[in-house]
């Protein structure tokens, strides 16, 4: 196996603990992606020196986890080996003991998949297996270590987990795994709502988002964290507007679609039409009135429930309540479509309009006439130099008040529309439209 140069600081730190007579292997994630033939994001040593003898090594060591025997050099996280003791809140150990035999300290850990031990400073780097984690990343298979139902047990967040590796890699679950997910699904409630926040947005942000959802199903997941998104499945929709069917599957294939989004435009993806299933109706057709207003108060509620940041959460919001405005497009007026250009990010706004296009009725017409207006459209355009402000209004005789917001927002639309270039035909046009100030 070829090491990449990223692991050369990393050796360097298991050589210097070798020379002191310690065992030190790479560990975890970065021997799993190096197998996969990834470049790894960050490397984890495991060693049988205990944490003041790293830090005797290592000096200029940072002791991140004392309690865990985990210490930080430069970026590099050195743990010393060990075992878990009893587990009493679902998530951290009550104790630990530090050990000296490496497969007490991979037996303890998640995955199989995650529990790799790799020694970089043989001619041919060795890979060490005490779990089959070698024989699953062949068989593409994300399987608890020992008994699944321990393992959940122990650590509740590891079954959001099991369906991120599932969803980021492709993979499929152990039965016996998932069959531990489903009957353990509820424990998810013990775990810290940022938590879950933090997971949900990695499945649907790290690749295979509609797989990972999937799978948040499957497991009972979706009912108890996300019951507004599976309220979705077997809503039907018109099929002369929505031939793929209800609206589950609609969002399912939008999340298929992702390319690399941010957290923001993946969860206003996930929930541009949460609104749909408590508005259903069947009139002369299926019919979701309000399901937009529906939407920003259902989605507002979870985002406030799942800790998000107020800038994602006004950022969803946004994305949820002008994903229809598209439809108005043709008959929009030139200032109102300047204004919906200049929403912040709207480049956010036409890949889910491209998405909701492409998972649906097929057509593209619209996106492609906005994109080509967004792209082209220069600043200046869309956020003229304001011909009148209010100042200018009492200075020509007005009195402040609740009409200034009317008189300013019909001169910009006269400006956005080109109607007026001046100072003056603003002021002009004010006098026509609300009359003198004298009058």
């Not at 009409?403 to 046009?429: C, N, P, W, Y």
Request: net charge negative; hydrophobic share 40%.
């Amino acid at each position: 196996m070829h090491l990449p140069a990223t692991s050369g600081f990393a050796r360097t730190i298991a050589a210097q603990l070798r020379a002191h007579g310690y065992q030190a292997f790479l560990v975890g994630g970065c021997v799993r992606d190096l197998l996969m033939g990834k470049e790894p994001k960050d490397y984890d040593i495991s060693t049988d020196a205990p944490p003041s003898q790293a830090i005797a090594v290592f000096p200029e060591a940072q002791l991140v986890g004392a309690h865990f025997g985990v210490v930080l050099v430069n970026g590099v996280e050195i743990a010393t080996f060990r075992s878990d003791q009893a587990y009493v809140d679902g998530r951290h150990p009550e104790s630990v003991t530090f050990e000296t035999d490496p497969r007490q300290d991979v037996l303890r850990r998640d995955f199989t998949i995650n529990a790799l031990m790799l020694d970089p400073l043989e001619t041919e780097p060795r890979v060490i297996d005490f779990t089959g984690g070698v024989a699953d990343l062949e068989n593409k298979l994300v399987r608890a270590i020992g008994d699944p139902v321990q393992r959940f047990e122990e650590d509740h967040l590891r079954l959001l987990r099991a369906v991120r590796f599932a969803a980021r890699f492709g993979f499929a679950i152990d039965p016996a795994t998932l069959a531990a997910m489903q009957s353990l699904s509820s424990k998810i409630h013990r775990i810290a709502p940022e938590r879950i926040r933090d997971e949900l947005v990695r499945i649907l942000t790290e690749g295979g988002a509609r797989y990972g959802f999937e799978l948040l199903d499957e497991s009972g997941l979706l009912q108890e964290i996300l019951p507004e998104v599976a309220a979705m499945k077997g809503v039907e929709q018109p099929p002369e507007y929505h031939p793929e069917g209800d609206v589950w599957i609609h969002t399912m294939m939008m999340l298929g679609q992702m390319r690399a989004p941010s957290p923001a435009l993946a969860m206003g993806i996930l929930l541009h039409d949460v609104g749909k299933p408590p508005t259903f109706r069947i009139a002369e057709r299926i019919r979701f009135d309000g399901h937009v207003e529906a939407g920003e108060r259902i989605a507002r509620s979870m985002l406030n429930r799942l800790r998000f940041s107020n800038e994602d959460c006004e950022q969803i919001i946004t994305l949820i309540g002008n994903h229809m405005r598209f439809m108005d497009v043709p008959k929009m007026r030139e200032s109102t479509l300047k204004r919906f250009l200049r929403l912040p990010r709207f480049d956010e706004h036409l890949e889910l309009h491209r998405l909701d296009c492409l998972s649906s009725n097929g057509n593209l017409d619209t996106y492609q006439y906005m994109f080509d207006r967004y792209r082209s459209a220069p600043p200046e355009e869309l956020r003229p130099a304001s011909l009148l402000t209010g100042h200018d209004l009492i200075a020509a005789g007005y009195r402040p008040g609740p009409q200034f917001s009317k008189m300013l927002t019909t001169v910009e639309d006269a400006q956005l529309e080109h109607r007026i270039v001046s100072k003056e035909g603003a002021l002009e046009l004010v006098r026509h439209t609300f009359g003198d100030p004298d009058a």
